[in-house]
C-alpha cells in the first residue's frame, strides 16, 4: 500500500494531550521573547547609550543562538526532547530578570546572548518533540504548531504594549511573565511523550524515507560513512531552503516598513503594515496548511509556495505601488509558512543520523539566515535601490521551487 492510500486511524488520548501540549510549549516559547522586545525603549534610555551601542547589545541574541544551536542535539539525546523543551523555556522566562538590574549595556548584551542560547536548544527540542507527536498522528501537525507558535508572539507583544501603556516597572512586568510562561511550560510536560525519540518510528528499517522512494536506513556500522555523504548534501540542501525562508520573513520585519516610507513615500502608520501582512498571511498558512500538505504533499505545496513568493514579490518590485507592494509581501508569507516546516521534517528523517542532529543542523542554518539576510539585502540596496534589493525574495522564491525535490514529500508511510 502507498504512502497515500495508508488508512489512518484516529489519535489517542495520549496522542492527543502530548499534541496539546507540545503545542503550549511553541505558544510560550513565541512569547517569551517578544514580551521583552517592547520594553526596549525603556531599556535603552535605563541603560543611556547610543543607537548603535543598543544595536550592539542586540546582536548577543543571534551571537547565541548560532554559538549554542549546535548543542542541541546532544542536549536532547541526553535528556530528552521534552524535558529539554519543557525546562529550557522555564529557564528562558528566568535569565530576563536580569536585565531591570543590568548596570550597563554589555551586562544587557550578555542577558540576550543566555537567551539566545537558551531559545536555540528549546527551538529544536519543541521541534523534535512535535515531530515525534507527529508520527503518531500519522499525518502533519507541525505546520499548526509553528502557526501557534506565532500566536504566542503575537500574545508576547502584547503583554509586553500593554505593561509598557500602563507604566509597570520592568521587573514586576517580567517576574509576572516567568511565573505565568513557566507554569505553562511546567504543567505541559506532565502531558509529553514518555520514552527514546525514536519510540515512534517504524520498528523496521522501511521508515518515511523508504516510503518516499528513498533508500532505508543504513545499519549502525554505517552510520558515519552515511552522515559524511549523502546526509552532508542533504542537510546542506535542506539548510538552503531554510535560509530562504528565514530571508523572505525578515525581508518583511526588516525591510517592508522602510521600503513603503522611503521607496513609496507612505506615513508611519501605513509602512508598519508590510510586517503585519506578511506574518498574518505566514500564520494563517500555517495554521490551515496540514490539511493542504496532507492533500498535495510537502514538496507539491512548498514548489508553490515559492512560485507564489517569486511571482507576488516580483511584481510588487515591478509595479511599484502600496497595493502591490502589501500585497507582494503578503503572497511571501504565505508562500513559505510550510517551507521551514517541511525542511525540519525532512531533516529528523534523514537515515544514519542520531537523533535530533539532522534537525539541530538544518536549525542552526536557518539561525544564520536570520542573520546574514539583513546585511546580504542592505548591501543590495545600497548599491542599487532597496527595490531591487527586495529581489533576493524572488531569488529565495525560485530556488525553493529548485530545492523543493530534496523534501519528504508525506508525512506518513
Not at 66 to 80: H, N, S, T, W, Y
Not at 311 to 331: D, E, H, K, Q, R
Request: glycine share 12%; charged share 10%; aromatic share 6%.
Amino acid at each position: 500500500m502507498s504512502a497515500a492510500a495508508a488508512p489512518l486511524t484516529a489519535p489517542t488520548r495520549q496522542a492527543r494531550l502530548a499534541r496539546a501540549a507540545v503545542a503550549a510549549l511553541f505558544l510560550t516559547n513565541g512569547a517569551v521573547f517578544f514580551n521583552i522586545v517592547p520594553r526596549y525603549p525603556q531599556i535603552k534610555a535605563d541603560l543611556g547609550v547610543s543607537n548603535v551601542v543598543f544595536g550592539t547589545a542586540l546582536a548577543g541574541t543571534p551571537i547565541g543562538a548560532l554559538l549554542a544551536g549546535l548543542l542541541a542535539g546532544a542536549a536532547i539525546r541526553r535528556f530528552g526532547s521534552a524535558r529539554v523543551a519543557s525546562l529550557g523555556i522555564v529557564l528562558t522566562t528566568v535569565v530576563p530578570l536580569a536585565i531591570p538590574f543590568a548596570p550597563n549595556w554589555i551586562a544587557f548584551g550578555l542577558a540576550l546572548f543566555v537567551i539566545g542560547a537558551l531559545d536555540a536548544v528549546v527551538d529544536v527540542a519543541q521541534n523534535a518533540h512535535g515531530l515525534r507527536v507527529q508520527r503518531l498522528y500519522q499525518r502533519s501537525i507541525l505546520n499548526s504548531l509553528h502557526g501557534v507558535w506565532s500566536i504566542g508572539a503575537v500574545l508576547g507583544g502584547l503583554m509586553g504594549s500593554a505593561a509598557a501603556g500602563l507604566r509597570i516597572p520592568l521587573a514586576v512586568h517580567l517576574s509576572i511573565s516567568a511565573a505565568l510562561l513557566s507554569v505553562v511550560a511546567l504543567v505541559a510536560y506532565r502531558f509529553l511523550l514518555p520514552g527514546p525519540e525514536d519510540a515512534e518510528r517504524p520498528a523496521e528499517a522501511q521508515d518515511l524515507a523508504a516510503a518516499d522512494g528513498r533508500p532505508a536506513a543504513p545499519p549502525a556500522h554505517g552510520r558515519w560513512r552515511s552522515f559524511t555523504g549523502s546526509a552532508v548534501r542533504m542537510l546542506a540542501a535542506l539548510g538552503v531552503l531554510a535560509a530562504c525562508g528565514a530571508l523572505v520573513e525578515d525581508a518583511g520585519a526588516s525591510w517592508g516598513a522602510l521600503y513603503l516610507s522611503g521607496d513609496l513615500r507612505t506615513d508611519a502608520a501605513t509602512a508598519g503594515l508590510a510586517v503585519v501582512a506578511l506574518q498574518v498571511a505566514m500564520t494563517v498558512g500555517r495554521l490551515t496548511g496540514d490539511r493542504v500538505v496532507d492533500r498535495f504533499g510537502q514538496r507539491t505545496v512548498v514548489r508553490a509556495g515559492g512560485a507564489l513568493a517569486a511571482i507576488g514579490m516580483g511584481a510588487a518590485v515591478a509595479m511599484p505601488s502600496v497595493g502591490t507592494a502589501l500585497a507582494g509581501f503578503a503572497l511571501a508569507g504565505l508562500g513559505v509558512a510550510t517551507l521551514v516546516p517541511a525542511a525540519m521534517h525532512t531533516a529528523d528523517e534523514l537515515p544514519g543520523l542520531p537523533s535530533g542532529t539532522g534537525l539541530t543542523i538544518v536549525s542552526w542554518l536557518l539561525r544564520g539566515g536570520f542573520l546574514l539576510s539583513p546585511p546580504l539585502v542592505g548591501f543590495v540596496a545600497d548599491l542599487t535601490s532597496l527595490r531591487f534589493g527586495l529581489l533576493s525574495v524572488v531569488l529565495a522564491g525560485v530556488i525553493t521551487v529548485v530545492l523543493a525535490r530534496v523534501l519528504v514529500n508525506r508525512t506518513r508511510a
